[in-house]
Nanobody, 120 residues
């Protein structure tokens, strides 16, 4: 079984910075991809950024140049550095991790969600 622990959300002023962290634990053999998604009430969940095991990354157009995703493979942790945040970034953010368990079975798990609020 896999457990995800998210941290780093909170209130920040426009133009400021936040860093989200997500740590995965459990009987994990291989982590294929780790990413962050966000979802506002009544809206569909959307990709923010994702990083693969080869460290290649993809970003939503709305965050390119402002957010940076990275991973610490030794700790099974993914980080999202959020710079120059805007009011439009305000919503609930979810971590997602995909990979294989030590049994060989594939898995995909979601974090519980962490709130990011951008306001003066």
């Amino acid at each position: 079984q896999v457990q995800l622990v998210e941290s780093g959300g909170g209130l920040v002023q426009p133009g400021g910075s936040l860093k989200l962290s997500c740590a995965a634990s459990g009987r994990i053999s291989v982590v294929d991809a780790m990413g962050w998604y966000r979802q506002a009430p009544g809206k569909q969940r959307e990709l923010v950024a994702v990083v693969a095991s080869d460290e290649s990354a993809e970003y939503a157009d709305s965050v390119k140049g402002r957010f940076t995703i990275s991973r610490d493979s030794a700790k099974n942790t993914v980080l999202l550095q959020m710079n120059s945040v805007q009011a439009e970034d305000t919503t609930l953010y979810f971590c997602n991790v995909r990979g294989q368990l030590t049994t060989g079975a594939c898995f995909a798990y979601w974090g519980q969600g962490t709130q990011v609020s951008v306001a003066s």
